[in-house]
């Protein structure tokens, strides 16, 4: 399994997969932002929701001015690539950006995801809408991102496959940030929403 970690791997690498690094620590950023919005007046989940709210957010925001539709297939929150094939999920993460261990989620993976990941790694239904067999069968990667204080770790990551509701496996891992690689975010001051004109595309939920 390659694990690409420096910059002239991971730079060139994201570009065949149509993103960017400075947009992707973007996200990270906005979803230890969000964390940090969280008191000790909220929900003891307050901190982990806030981030994925405002990561999956800010996901959008950078990306599909870029050519990426939003994407909920599945219940699945995503952006989707039909030139690329591809599906990028935001997910927070107990373990991230190591070397040596594999990224772990928070939370636990259902089904959705599992048939996410599964699918993504071939074709099917030759009769089906062009576009609905692109967005189905895309390949699926992770953003993991481990925040704890100052502590800011993050890595995009293929998936080979879900078991006992966890991530198995990796067919690919991109290092971000490693520890001590973070410099601090702060917390986000307004929503910086798309200006009213602009359209933002959403595929069809399955």
């Known amino acids: 399994m390659p694990v690409l970690a420096e910059d002239h791997q991971i730079v060139p690498r994201l570009a065949q997969l149509g993103l960017r690094r400075d947009l992707l620590l973007e996200v990270v950023e906005a979803a230890v ?8 007046f909220h929900p003891l989940s307050a901190g982990g929701l806030l981030s994925w709210i405002q ?8 990306f599909l001015p ?21 599906k990028v999920v935001f997910q927070n993460a ?20 599992a048939r996410a990941v599964e699918l993504g790694q071939y074709e ?12 189905i069968t895309a390949t699926t990667w992770v953003l993991f991102v481990y925040a704890h204080g100052d502590d800011v770790r993050a890595e995009l990551s293929c998936p080979i496959a879900i078991n006992e509701e966890q991530f198995d496996g990796f067919h690919e891992r991109i290092l971000l940030i490693e520890k001590g690689g973070w410099g601090g975010a702060a917390p986000l001051i307004d929503d910086n929403e798309p200006p009213a004109e602009y359209e933002v595309p959403v595929t069809r939920k399955g």
């Open 124 to 135: 099917l239904w030759p009769e089906v809408k062009a576009q609905e067999v692109a967005e």
């Open 66 to 86: 870029h050519g990426w539709e939003a994407c909920r297939r599945d219940n699945i929150e995503s952006i989707f690539n039909p030139e690329a094939g591809i």
């Open 33 to 40: 932002g969000g964390r940090r919005n969280a008191t000790a």
């Open 94 to 113: 107990e373990r991230a950006g190591d070397r040596l261990a594999d990224p772990l989620a928070t939370s636990r993976k259902g089904a959705g995801s």
């Open 55 to 62: 990561g999956t957010a800010q996901l959008r925001r950078v």
